[in-house]
């Protein structure tokens, strides 16, 4: 059964150093979405691209956060410079067509020290 | 904005049924969810219903959405000990994110 894979699982990171979340959405999908989960929150939502773009963001997408797809299968989450409040899950979605049933990735542990 | 809400914590014993609540505000919800989340790990799709079905079974899982009164529900019959993880109602509306509640962590007592 087709996944969302998302690498790495785990990564801890100085503040201010920049980071990048990697996922593989599913291959025939063509709606990407990223997430977060601070610890003993709700899961928030970040952003959707799609056809190369941005197609909705929420507030916490600021400046600091961007998102690629660099290639035919990779979708990343670049942190510029991270801070202490990054810290959380981030989780990488996607769906056939916007609206349609989003599939989650296993999660990258973020850790901002 | 959207809003999901749903208790906190929910403990069965092995064997029983469990039932978990959550209620949202937006009416113009598509499609609504059920996501479960073990300890570590990601969140698995558990199952969904469309918002113009009023219930959906898929083996021990009955989900029951009630528009009228904005509520959604997830019966799990005969509750086993893998059954326990945090159980996340979420819903898509007009826009393409998915909101999501608090979630419920589920407690199985063998």
């Known amino acids: 059964e087709p996944e969302v894979t998302q690498t790495p699982s785990h990564q801890v990171t100085q503040m201010g150093q920049e980071v990048i979340l990697r996922c593989v959405p599913i291959?025939?999908?063509?709606?990407f979405y990223w997430y977060r989960q601070i610890l003993g929150q709700k899961v928030e939502f970040l952003v959707s691209?799609?056809?190369?773009?941005?197609?909705?963001k929420s507030e916490i997408f600021d400046d600091q956060f961007s998102v690629e797809r660099p290639d035919g299968s990779n979708f990343t989450l670049k942190i510029r410079s991270t801070k202490l409040e990054d810290s959380a899950m981030y989780f990488c979605?996607?769906?056939?067509?916007?609206?349609?049933?989003?599939?989650f990735g296993p999660g990258t542990r973020l850790l901002v020290l | 904005g959207e809003d999901v809400e749903q208790s906190l914590f929910l403990s069965v014993r092995e064997g029983d049924s469990s039932v978990i609540n959550c209620t949202y505000t937006?009416?113009?919800?598509?499609?609504l969810y059920w996501y479960k989340q073990e300890p570590g790990a990601g969140l698995q799709l558990l199952t969904y219903?469309?918002?113009?079905?009023d219930m959906k079974q898929d083996q021990r899982l009955t989900v029951l959405l009630n528009k009228k009164d904005k509520h959604l529900s997830l019966r799990i019959a005969d509750t086993q000990t893998g059954d326990s993880a945090i159980y996340f109602c979420?819903?898509?509306?007009?826009?393409?994110?998915?909101?999501f509640g608090i979630g419920t962590k589920l407690q199985v007592i063998p």
């Open positions: 979605a996607s769906s056939e067509a916007a609206g349609e049933t989003q599939y």
């Open positions: 291959s025939n999908h063509l709606y």
């Open positions: 691209f799609y056809n190369n773009e941005i197609s909705e």
């Open positions: 937006d009416s113009s919800s598509t499609y």
């Open positions: 219903i469309f918002s113009n079905m």
């Open positions: 979420a819903l898509t509306g007009g826009y393409q994110k998915v909101t």
